[in-house]
């Protein structure tokens, strides 16, 4: 969706992410000053520019918003769909971190994930939560930790050795756009969206079902304060893992259904309430967990 006017400042471009270019949107309040800083981490196919709408909201309501492209989508360098390996996901996503903490290093700092987006903030504070050091909260719309139709278990082992045999063997993941948005404007701008794009390389793919399932495994480690949001009427990935992770993680997790929404909470015709929200959850945890800033902790080798 198109950002809509009011007293926000957006930027687009070129920024560096440990010497890797990466195209990257940005929005924040015109007349005020910042109360947050929020990373958004896309979902498969999709590119930041998708969440100007989204972007634009929340900087009206006080945050700063970053959003950048990974690799392989819209205006970042790399082949579409096709992946080194998950890691490499999860590093562009600690360094995307990293970068927007350099940026405001004492204002809190919140991390949002849209669909695979949502994988991989949930992973990376499971696999990696030394990156969590300076995130106040994770906020995981619609995270891909089952699909809506989980393929049978002698399919997915099919797939994983053909993942294994030809990796960047790509595939067409073509998505009706009404399974996305009852919102039909949003609808309309996807299909007209050349910076869009379904090919899943066979490696992307099996990561990101093995990856959702061992994170489900793992809920229980979760150490991030965690907002998990799931429209009822989605059935590309599924609220019933959702809601799983959430009560498998505990107190520090809180789940959200958003009755008769389908998969893009951020696009669909509530949206307005879902960032009013994760606004206000937002500010809570700012108050009841905010903690100075420390510089991350680098990788281990």
């Not at 000053?33 to 900087?59: C, E, N, Q």
């Not at 699909?147 to 960047?168: F, Q, T, V």
């Not at 009841?288 to 991350?296: C, E, G, I, Y």
Request: net charge positive.
């Amino acid at each position: 969706m198109q950002a809509y006017p009011s007293s926000v400042d957006s930027n687009c471009g070129i920024v560096q992410l440990d010497g890797q270019p990466r195209f990257q949107h940005s929005w924040m309040p015109e007349t005020s000053k910042p109360w947050a800083i929020l990373t958004i981490v896309h979902g498969f196919g999709d590119h930041s520019g998708r969440f100007a709408g989204m972007g634009t909201s929340l900087a009206s309501l006080g945050v700063r918003v970053h959003a950048t492209d990974l690799v392989g989508h819209g205006r970042s360098p790399g082949k579409q769909g096709c992946i080194k390996s998950y890691d490499q996901l999860l590093e562009e996503v600690r360094l995307s971190v990293q970068h927007s903490h350099s940026l405001c290093p004492r204002m809190p700092h919140f991390l949002f994930g849209q669909s695979m987006g949502g994988n991989l903030v949930l992973n990376l504070a499971l696999r990696r939560p030394e990156s969590m050091l300076n995130v106040q909260g994770i906020i995981a719309g619609s995270p891909m930790l089952k699909s809506g139709a989980m393929p049978k278990e002698r399919i997915m082992d099919a797939g994983r050795w053909l993942a294994e045999k030809l990796p960047n063997w790509r595939i067409k993941a073509p998505v009706e756009v009404a399974k996305l948005s009852s919102d039909r404007r949003a609808q309309d701008a996807y299909l007209m969206d050349r910076l869009v794009h379904r090919s899943m390389s066979l490696r992307l793919a099996a990561n990101l079902i093995d990856s959702g399932l061992w994170a489900l495994e793992r809920a229980a480690l979760l150490q991030t304060p965690s907002l998990l949001m799931h429209g009822s009427d989605d059935t590309l990935t599924c609220p019933v893992a959702t809601k799983m992770f959430a009560e498998s993680a505990g107190s520090i997790a809180t789940f959200k259904s958003w009755s008769g929404c389908r998969h893009d909470l951020h696009d669909d015709i509530q949206r307005e309430r879902v960032f009013a929200f994760m606004t206000h959850w937002m500010k809570q945890h700012c108050i009841t967990s905010f903690k100075m800033a420390r510089p991350l902790t680098p990788q281990a080798a």
